[in-house]
């Protein structure tokens, strides 16, 4: 990985952990608990791949087994964020944006379900019944509607910054708007509104006008 990959990848997950920790888990929500790591895993995930999001979902799953108050063995979290990572990177979109929100909705729907299911179940494995003792289907449940109403306000700006801090040229091309596109992408579902295609026009709109002006400058130039 990048040195900027490493650097923004750590700082995103520690500030992550320390809201998950500090503000989330206090919340005293019935059910699950908001997953802002798990969150934060897949929109960098989207944007750096599998092999990257694997690696940073062992890091930060890691780092979330040993943050107090750890109630579980170590190694548990950071087993079930290196799948996800690496599931999640293989859904990596092949412009990098996102044109409509209804496939990463999926995918945090899915990716909530899973390490709930994943969790629950290396946690089985290791005598944890924990999770049957609170009810498997309600953590399902509230996980999924949790990082679902969460997602739209996190995952895009983790994409955003990503793309930013990795010296992309699409990104570098489209400063100050990237992060709107993307976010357009998840609170704008089923629009049916390309953005390639609006740019299209708007550079072909650029180009005429730019013709209509060599057209009146020659005009000058004969009289």
Known sequence: MRFNRMLLSTTLVIVALVVQVTVLARLQLPGAVPDLMLLT???????????????????????????????????RYALVLCVIGYLAGLAKPESGQLRSATAPMVAV???A??????????GALVGDTAARHVGIVNLLLTSALYDLLLAPFVVPVVMALARRAD?????????GTNGADVASGWLASGTGLRIGSQRA???????????????????????
């Open 41 to 75: 895993v897949l929109g960098l995930a989207f944007v750096y791949g599998n092999t990257s999001g694997a690696l940073i979902g062992f890091g930060a799953g890691l780092l979330a087994d040993l943050a107090p108050p750890a109630d579980h063995a170590a190694g």
């Open 201 to 223: 026009g708007l550079r072909v709109k650029a180009a005429r006008s730019r013709a209509a002006r060599a057209g009146r400058i020659k005009g000058v130039k004969r009289l």
């Open 109 to 111: 729907v899915v990716a």
């Open 167 to 175: 010296n992309d040229p699409l990104a570098d091309s489209q400063s």
């Open 113 to 122: 379900i899973g390490s709930t299911l994943l969790y629950a179940g290396v």
